[in-house]
Protein backbone atom coordinates (compact mmCIF):
# COMPACT_ATOMS: atom_id res chain seq x y z
CA UNK A 1 0.00 0.00 0.00
CA UNK A 2 2.92 2.23 0.64
CA UNK A 3 4.25 2.08 -3.58
CA UNK A 4 0.56 3.06 -3.93
CA UNK A 5 0.30 6.22 -2.54
CA UNK A 6 4.12 6.73 -2.82
CA UNK A 7 2.74 6.79 -6.49
CA UNK A 8 2.31 10.21 -8.69
CA UNK A 9 -1.08 10.95 -8.53
CA UNK A 10 -1.84 10.28 -12.01
CA UNK A 11 -0.42 7.15 -11.00
CA UNK A 12 -2.25 6.05 -8.46
CA UNK A 13 -5.84 7.19 -10.30
CA UNK A 14 -5.22 5.06 -13.23
CA UNK A 15 -4.37 1.91 -11.26
CA UNK A 16 -7.39 2.50 -9.08
CA UNK A 17 -9.60 3.41 -11.71
CA UNK A 18 -8.56 0.10 -13.46
CA UNK A 19 -8.79 -1.89 -10.29
CA UNK A 20 -12.78 -0.81 -9.51
CA UNK A 21 -13.00 -1.21 -13.26
CA UNK A 22 -12.27 -4.57 -13.11
CA UNK A 23 -13.95 -5.71 -9.92
CA UNK A 24 -17.15 -4.28 -11.10
CA UNK A 25 -17.22 -5.73 -14.73
CA UNK A 26 -16.27 -8.96 -13.30
CA UNK A 27 -18.52 -8.46 -10.70
CA UNK A 28 -21.30 -8.18 -12.79
CA UNK A 29 -22.26 -5.09 -11.33
CA UNK A 30 -21.93 -3.13 -14.53
CA UNK A 31 -22.18 -4.16 -17.69
CA UNK A 32 -18.43 -4.40 -19.79
CA UNK A 33 -19.95 -3.37 -22.82
CA UNK A 34 -20.80 0.13 -21.86
CA UNK A 35 -17.10 0.90 -21.52
CA UNK A 36 -15.52 -0.41 -24.87
CA UNK A 37 -14.11 2.78 -27.18
CA UNK A 38 -16.53 2.04 -30.19
CA UNK A 39 -16.76 4.87 -32.34
CA UNK A 40 -20.16 4.67 -33.82
CA UNK A 41 -21.06 4.84 -29.61
CA UNK A 42 -19.11 7.92 -29.70
CA UNK A 43 -20.93 10.10 -32.81
CA UNK A 44 -24.06 9.20 -30.48
CA UNK A 45 -22.92 11.11 -27.57
CA UNK A 46 -24.50 14.81 -26.87
CA UNK A 47 -21.15 16.35 -28.38
CA UNK A 48 -20.76 18.43 -31.24
CA UNK A 49 -19.70 15.82 -34.35
CA UNK A 50 -17.21 18.21 -35.41
CA UNK A 51 -15.25 18.14 -32.43
CA UNK A 52 -15.87 14.47 -31.44
CA UNK A 53 -14.33 13.59 -35.15
CA UNK A 54 -11.62 16.20 -34.95
CA UNK A 55 -10.32 14.34 -31.76
CA UNK A 56 -10.85 10.97 -33.03
CA UNK A 57 -8.84 11.20 -36.14
CA UNK A 58 -5.94 13.52 -34.60
CA UNK A 59 -5.41 11.09 -31.59
CA UNK A 60 -4.61 8.25 -33.79
CA UNK A 61 -2.23 10.26 -36.41
CA UNK A 62 -0.34 11.18 -33.18
CA UNK A 63 -0.36 8.24 -31.51
CA UNK A 64 2.21 5.91 -33.40
CA UNK A 65 5.03 8.95 -33.44
CA UNK A 66 4.41 9.87 -30.38
CA UNK A 67 5.47 6.11 -28.98
CA UNK A 68 8.29 6.58 -30.64
CA UNK A 69 9.26 9.35 -29.50
CA UNK A 70 9.09 8.53 -25.87
CA UNK A 71 11.50 5.27 -26.93
CA UNK A 72 13.44 7.96 -28.06
CA UNK A 73 13.32 9.83 -24.80
CA UNK A 74 14.28 6.72 -23.08
CA UNK A 75 16.85 5.67 -25.26
CA UNK A 76 19.00 8.67 -24.49
CA UNK A 77 18.52 8.79 -20.83
CA UNK A 78 19.43 4.51 -20.84
CA UNK A 79 21.63 4.25 -23.64
CA UNK A 80 23.60 0.90 -22.46
CA UNK A 81 21.01 -0.57 -21.28
CA UNK A 82 19.61 -3.61 -22.71
CA UNK A 83 16.26 -3.80 -24.39
CA UNK A 84 14.07 -6.38 -26.33
CA UNK A 85 12.45 -5.57 -29.26
CA UNK A 86 10.35 -8.97 -30.35
CA UNK A 87 13.11 -11.50 -29.97
CA UNK A 88 15.89 -9.49 -30.55
CA UNK A 89 17.70 -7.97 -27.21
CA UNK A 90 19.83 -4.54 -28.12
CA UNK A 91 21.36 -1.56 -26.46
CA UNK A 92 18.38 0.62 -25.55
CA UNK A 93 20.30 3.95 -27.75
CA UNK A 94 19.21 1.42 -31.07
CA UNK A 95 15.86 1.12 -29.87
CA UNK A 96 13.79 3.83 -31.67
CA UNK A 97 15.85 3.35 -34.83
CA UNK A 98 14.70 -0.46 -34.97
CA UNK A 99 11.30 0.76 -34.41
CA UNK A 100 11.55 3.12 -37.31
CA UNK A 101 13.05 0.16 -39.45
CA UNK A 102 10.43 -1.67 -38.57
CA UNK A 103 7.55 0.81 -39.68
CA UNK A 104 9.61 1.11 -42.68
CA UNK A 105 9.79 -2.75 -43.43
CA UNK A 106 5.58 -3.35 -42.59
CA UNK A 107 4.29 0.13 -43.56
CA UNK A 108 6.20 1.46 -46.14
CA UNK A 109 8.32 4.75 -46.52
CA UNK A 110 4.94 7.57 -45.52
CA UNK A 111 4.26 5.16 -42.66
CA UNK A 112 8.32 5.43 -41.45
CA UNK A 113 8.22 9.27 -42.54
CA UNK A 114 5.09 9.96 -40.28
CA UNK A 115 6.26 7.69 -37.15
CA UNK A 116 10.40 9.54 -37.94
CA UNK A 117 8.87 13.13 -36.64
CA UNK A 118 8.25 11.33 -33.45
CA UNK A 119 12.06 10.79 -33.38
CA UNK A 120 12.43 14.77 -34.65
CA UNK A 121 10.23 16.28 -32.09
CA UNK A 122 12.10 14.20 -29.16
CA UNK A 123 15.25 15.13 -30.12
CA UNK A 124 14.67 18.70 -30.79
CA UNK A 125 12.66 18.53 -27.39
CA UNK A 126 15.70 17.43 -25.62
CA UNK A 127 18.29 19.53 -27.42
CA UNK A 128 16.24 22.89 -26.39
CA UNK A 129 15.28 21.57 -22.63
CA UNK A 130 18.54 19.87 -21.82
CA UNK A 131 21.62 19.77 -24.21
CA UNK A 132 21.46 23.62 -25.02
CA UNK A 133 20.87 24.92 -21.52
CA UNK A 134 23.36 22.70 -20.23
CA UNK A 135 26.71 22.42 -22.74
CA UNK A 136 25.99 25.58 -24.78
CA UNK A 137 25.07 27.96 -21.55
CA UNK A 138 21.91 29.20 -23.68
CA UNK A 139 18.51 29.22 -21.48
CA UNK A 140 15.54 26.33 -21.38
CA UNK A 141 12.26 28.42 -21.84
CA UNK A 142 10.38 25.07 -22.14
CA UNK A 143 9.96 24.32 -18.46
CA UNK A 144 7.38 22.14 -17.59
CA UNK A 145 5.16 23.74 -15.02
CA UNK A 146 5.62 22.54 -11.41
CA UNK A 147 2.27 21.82 -11.09
CA UNK A 148 2.39 19.26 -14.21
CA UNK A 149 5.46 17.80 -13.03
CA UNK A 150 4.05 16.99 -9.56
CA UNK A 151 1.11 15.29 -11.65
CA UNK A 152 3.18 12.82 -13.05
CA UNK A 153 5.80 12.37 -10.39
CA UNK A 154 8.82 14.01 -12.51
CA UNK A 155 12.06 15.17 -10.91
CA UNK A 156 11.77 18.54 -9.14
CA UNK A 157 13.50 21.22 -10.28
CA UNK A 158 16.85 20.91 -9.53
CA UNK A 159 18.72 23.78 -11.20
CA UNK A 160 17.69 27.71 -11.05
CA UNK A 161 18.77 30.53 -12.83
CA UNK A 162 20.82 33.38 -11.37
CA UNK A 163 22.24 36.53 -12.31
CA UNK A 164 25.66 35.16 -11.17
CA UNK A 165 25.06 31.74 -12.91
CA UNK A 166 23.21 28.44 -12.04
CA UNK A 167 22.24 27.57 -8.47
CA UNK A 168 21.95 23.79 -7.90
CA UNK A 169 19.70 22.73 -5.13
CA UNK A 170 21.27 20.27 -2.52
CA UNK A 171 19.91 16.59 -2.43
CA UNK A 172 17.90 15.30 0.49
CA UNK A 173 19.49 13.57 2.62
CA UNK A 174 17.77 9.84 3.53
CA UNK A 175 18.42 8.48 6.32
CA UNK A 176 21.02 5.25 6.69
CA UNK A 177 19.55 1.83 6.70
CA UNK A 178 20.49 -0.96 8.56
CA UNK A 179 22.91 -3.34 6.45
CA UNK A 180 21.94 -6.45 8.45
CA UNK A 181 21.90 -8.21 11.38
CA UNK A 182 19.60 -7.59 14.31
CA UNK A 183 16.89 -5.20 15.59
CA UNK A 184 15.06 -5.02 18.51
CA UNK A 185 12.16 -3.20 19.88
CA UNK A 186 15.02 -1.31 22.30
CA UNK A 187 16.87 1.62 20.57
CA UNK A 188 20.84 0.84 21.12
CA UNK A 189 23.55 1.82 18.94
CA UNK A 190 23.98 -1.62 18.78
CA UNK A 191 20.42 -2.86 17.71
CA UNK A 192 21.56 -2.11 13.92
CA UNK A 193 24.71 -3.30 13.46
CA UNK A 194 26.05 -4.65 10.33
CA UNK A 195 26.93 -8.14 9.34
CA UNK A 196 30.28 -7.06 10.23
CA UNK A 197 34.45 -7.53 8.51
CA UNK A 198 37.17 -8.44 9.81
CA UNK A 199 40.07 -6.44 9.78
CA UNK A 200 43.17 -7.08 8.39
CA UNK A 201 44.54 -10.68 7.14
CA UNK A 202 43.59 -12.04 3.82
Do not use: C
Not at 34 to 40: A, G, H, K, Q, V
Not at 159 to 173: E, L, V
Request: no cysteine; glycine share 10%.
Amino acid sequence: MEDFWSAPPVARTWTAATLATSVLVYGRMINGMRLIFSIPLIFKLPVPEALSGFVLRIFPTFLSPMILALAYTYSQDNRRKKVNFYIVQLEAKWLPWVMLLAALILGGPYYALHQGTGIIAAHLYDFLTRLYPTFGGGRNYLQTPAFIRGWFGGPKQRTQQKGYGTAYAPQAQQAPRPAGGFSTAFSSPWSSRGAGRRLGGD
